[in-house]
């Protein structure tokens, strides 16, 4: 199914130096938890409890069929069915005592550098789940399956009361054109990318 967009003007969206990351939160009522965006009201959970709940669930074992376990075979192997490995994060993680990245030798997150809630810059992003054309000016572009960030939203009114949001994005071949939110075509997400002042280790 073909779409309409359009060609849009240069937007410059320039934030280089941020990069992605994500915060630890604790409450009573939730434990340990992660969010990619700022939640206004939380505090941040400590690292020490972050890793200690990463401690808790590095790994999750499914045993095979009876409850006799012998530890020489877990050891080997022999009873697991499944290791689920927790997903370590890539990016930076935002604790009550500043910003952490994860530590490979020690197998827990370490201290990298400083964090400032005035330098996070909030980015909508849409994930295109297949290839999509849309009709541009009579020509048919592609826009192909993949994340992309949305540099400006637009509403666009047609007749008297019908609204269609446009989100303006830039292509893998550096075209920028506004595409129209069709719902259910696209999904559509906010992650926060902040400044972070590291440590000489990790500059």
């Given at each position: ?9 240069n937007?410059?969206q320039?934030?280089t130096?941020?990069?992605?990351v ?6 009573t009522d ?25 401690e ?7 045993f095979?069929?009876d409850?006799?376990y012998?530890?020489?075979?877990i050891w ?14 890539l ?12 530590d490979?030798?020690d ?5 990298a ?24 000016n009579n ?6 399956a993949?994340t ?8 666009l009114t ?16 550096g ?13 559509v ?10 440590i000489?280790?990790?500059?």
């Amino acid at each position: 199914m073909n779409f309409t967009g359009k060609v849009c003007e240069n937007i410059v969206q320039n934030f280089t130096k941020h990069e992605e990351v994500t915060y630890a939160y604790e409450t009573t009522d939730t434990g340990v938890f992660e969010s990619k965006v700022l939640i206004e009201g939380l505090e941040f959970a400590s690292v020490e409890s972050l890793n200690n709940e990463i401690e808790r669930q590095f790994a999750m074992m499914v045993f095979k069929g009876d409850d006799d376990y012998d530890e020489d075979e877990i050891w080997a192997g022999e009873k697991i069915e499944k290791l689920i490995i927790r997903e370590k994060y890539l990016d930076t993680i935002i604790c009550k005592e500043g910003a952490f990245l994860w530590d490979e030798s020690d197998y827990k997150y370490e201290y990298a550098g400083q964090f400032s809630k005035e330098d996070i810059k909030r980015i909508k992003r849409i994930v295109v789940p297949e290839d999509k054309a849309i009709l541009i000016n009579n020509e048919i572009i592609v826009v192909y399956a993949g994340t992309y960030d949305v540099l400006k939203e637009d509403i666009l009114t047609i007749g008297t009361n019908v609204k269609i949001e446009l989100f303006t994005i830039q292509l893998n071949g550096g075209r920028i054109v506004a595409i129209p939110n069709h719902i259910g075509v696209f999904n559509v997400y906010e992650t926060d990318t902040a400044l972070i002042d590291y440590i000489d280790k990790y500059k």
